[in-house]
């Protein structure tokens, strides 16, 4: 399967963004999905993930209660509403895939074009 995260852009502190995690090859509906976020001279960390079906959801404790994952298989589709954005969560942003949803990076593979965040202060 090959991904394509997609939506970023520049917004404001307390803005809002919703990410796009577009798959293509294969069916998404095959995979958990998570996403991950990458600062300058950071390693990528973990920032959300989901089943499959959708119904198990992980989240990292910076992004609970800000940021929602959500998929639309169907759409072959993963999404990424991220509200009341800080500085703190500007970086590249990627969606992989795995066999079961995790929140260890290197468990996820097909990464594809990360998409840029950048929340101004």
């Known amino acids: 399967v090959q991904l394509q995260a997609s939506g970023g852009g520049l917004v404001q502190a307390g803005g809002s963004l919703r990410l796009s995690c577009a798959a293509s090859?294969?069916?998404?509906?095959?995979?958990?999905v998570g996403w991950f976020r990458q600062a300058p001279e950071k390693g990528r960390e973990f920032v959300a993930g989901v089943s499959q079906s959708g119904t198990t959801k992980l989240y990292a404790d910076s992004v609970k209660g800000r940021f929602t994952i959500s998929r639309d298989n169907a759409q072959n589709t993963v999404y990424l509403q991220m509200n009341s954005l800080k500085p703190e969560d500007t970086a590249d942003y990627y969606c992989?895939?795995?066999?079961?949803?995790?929140?260890?990076?290197?468990?996820?593979?097909?990464w594809g074009q990360g998409t840029q965040v950048t929340v101004s202060s």
């Open positions: 992989g895939a795995s066999p079961y949803i995790t929140p260890h990076v290197g468990d996820y593979a097909s």
């Open positions: 090859g294969r069916t998404l509906s095959s995979y958990a």
